[in-house]
């Protein structure tokens, strides 16, 4: 039944084009129902001003099917490429009205891994496509600075609009050619996360429009329930039109360091205490370095030719070692300060003797150094390739054990793919409970958490599936040893007992929400949470 719908699907809206192009040329404003008995949209109608905004060509086609991770195929039988919000809306009703309706997900930058932004046999929308929207700084006594931000915008040009007026949103992603919509129906996170939280934790205001169609301005104090729920709510609840973004002044350099540890309990004692710190630095994060996995690596080219020689022979000689990064921000006119501070903080730090590298950067070069990687990596055919990413939180009390039946037993030993594999701490108390993301199961009267991502690539199908049965086995690892993780940016979810498990006591809620907003469930199919049935 449901194949017989999506073959209908598919010849509908290809007659539908042609119809539409000869009722623009009598002028006609809508369209004529199009009248066949043997199909279940015999009598579906779109307005003109939208159906001619839908292209079906293969190269349109072809592009909406695959995303980043270049893991999964699914053909939309359209594009959407709306030119204001109002097209949007007018699609979303359009789908809920018709019986069956069809399915519809936004695309922003598509950098997913897993397919989440795509929408099989049904209709994709092109966010970039919006001429409406764009970036405003703005500023009120009761929010302070923010921007109102187009959900198909990117975030490199949010930080260069509001550079231009010496401010910055302050929670980041480490890669900026991202949009806002995409990253706010996740998280957002980054090593700025355990200071102020990731990026949905610096939301203000928000238009969302719902799975019925409905456009819907919401904040904390209005439809309150609808803004929780849309912020990490994978694109199930709205898609996200509009975002009003915190700002602070924006510094306009960083003292940027990594320090080489040998041993992983005292890395990750010393990462704790440096998010700890009342005056400490902004940003924390850290990676490992084995034999495939080295110093520089497409994230960054920190280390010189002759440091990274150096710190690659000590991860030879150990199998693997930790580097620790901590970024701190400063201005031209308060260097000394900062070098002060640094150097306060740094007391007591356990690092390998000799192993800490420093360099000086403008805050823009180091917020968009995965760009000039991507750039390198582009030239040699090395960024469009498969990217079978692997990303969670785990509790504090389980990295230990982590690090040792995964870190070391696994992937060190193993040798099998070539990271890089970033683990970090996040503060719980950053996070919001009431937003639809959820973390790892806090442990009793504990408020540091983990993220760990690998995120490896594959050259080709057989590299793919090595790494994809790596992954699989770490999963189930990972269960069998009760280590209570969550998924971030989720794709091996198979079942709805996995998202039941994945949400937890937020389950009923997330139920709820999508029964209230997106009761026919048309939004978001590609994360695989509800079925799509009637």
Excluded at 89 to 105: D, G, M
Excluded at 167 to 172: E, I, K, M, R
Excluded at 204 to 217: A, C, H, R, S
Excluded at 496 to 515: I, V
């Amino acid at each position: 039944m449901a194949k017989t719908h999506n073959i209908f699907l598919r010849a509908y809206i290809i007659i539908l084009h042609i119809i539409n192009n000869l009722v623009a040329i009598i002028r006609t404003k809508t369209l004529t129902p199009w009248n066949n008995n043997n199909t279940s949209l015999s009598y579906q109608t779109l307005p003109h001003e939208i159906s001619t905004k839908l292209s079906i060509d293969t190269t349109s086609i072809k592009i909406a099917s695959s995303d980043f991770g270049k893991l999964v195929h699914e053909p939309p039988a359209a594009v959407f490429h709306p030119s204001t919000v109002s097209d949007i809306v007018h699609l979303v009703k359009s789908s809920y009205t018709a019986c069956p309706p069809f399915r519809i997900a936004a695309r922003g930058h598509s950098h997913s891994i897993g397919g989440q932004a795509m929408a099989k046999d049904g209709v994709v929308v092109e966010m970039s496509s919006l001429v409406d929207g764009g970036i405003k700084v703005g500023w009120s006594e009761s929010l302070g600075f923010y921007c109102d931000v187009g959900g198909g915008q990117l975030w490199i040009d949010v930080l260069r609009t509001t550079m231009e007026h010496g401010l910055a949103p302050v929670s980041w992603t480490d890669y900026l050619y991202l949009s806002v919509g995409g990253t706010l129906s996740n998280a957002g996170i980054s090593g700025q996360a355990f200071l102020h939280g990731p990026q949905i934790s610096n939301v203000l205001e928000m238009d969302v429009i719902t799975g019925k169609g409905d456009f819907i301005t919401c904040s904390k104090s209005m439809n309150s329930d609808l803004f929780y729920g849309v912020l990490g709510g994978l694109g199930q609840f709205g898609i996200i039109t509009r975002a009003r973004i915190v700002l602070q002044k924006a510094p306009t350099r960083v003292k940027w360091i990594r320090m080489i540890y040998e041993d992983f309990a005292t890395f990750t004692k010393d990462q704790e205490h440096l998010i700890s710190l009342i005056n400490g630095p902004n940003y924390v994060e850290g990676y490992l370095i084995m034999k495939k996995s080295p110093a520089n690596n497409w994230r960054s080219s920190f280390f010189s030719v002759d440091d990274e020689a150096k710190v690659n022979a000590l991860a030879s000689k150990h199998g693997v070692v930790y580097s620790l990064e901590v970024v701190k921000y400063y201005d031209n006119f308060d260097i000394r300060k900062t070098d002060e501070e640094l150097n306060e903080m740094f007391k007591g730090l356990n690092f390998k003797t000799g192993f800490i590298f420093k360099k000086d950067a403008t805050y823009i070069d180091f917020l968009n150094r995965v760009r000039t990687e991507e750039l390198k990596l582009q030239s040699k055919g090395l960024w469009d390739v498969h990217h079978p990413w692997l990303n969670f939180f785990i509790p504090k009390s389980c990295i230990l054990d982590f690090n040792q039946r995964v870190f070391i037993d696994i992937i060190q030993k193993e040798n099998k793919s070539a990271g890089p594999f970033l683990v970090y701490p996040m503060n719980r108390k950053k996070w919001d409970n009431r937003m639809s993301s959820v973390i790892s199961d806090e442990d009793e009267g504990e408020n540091v958490f983990y993220t760990v991502s690998l995120l490896p690539f594959a050259r080709n199908v057989e590299d793919l599936a090595i790494i994809e049965n790596q992954n699989k086995r770490i999963l189930k690892l990972c269960d069998e040893m009760g280590l209570n993780i969550k998924q971030y940016l989720t794709r091996y979810y198979e079942t709805k007992e996995e998202w039941m498990k994945h949400f937890g006591a937020q389950w009923g809620l997330f139920e709820e929400r999508k029964a209230k907003y997106d009761p026919k469930m048309i939004l978001s199919p590609g994360q695989n949470i509800f079925n799509f049935s009637y």
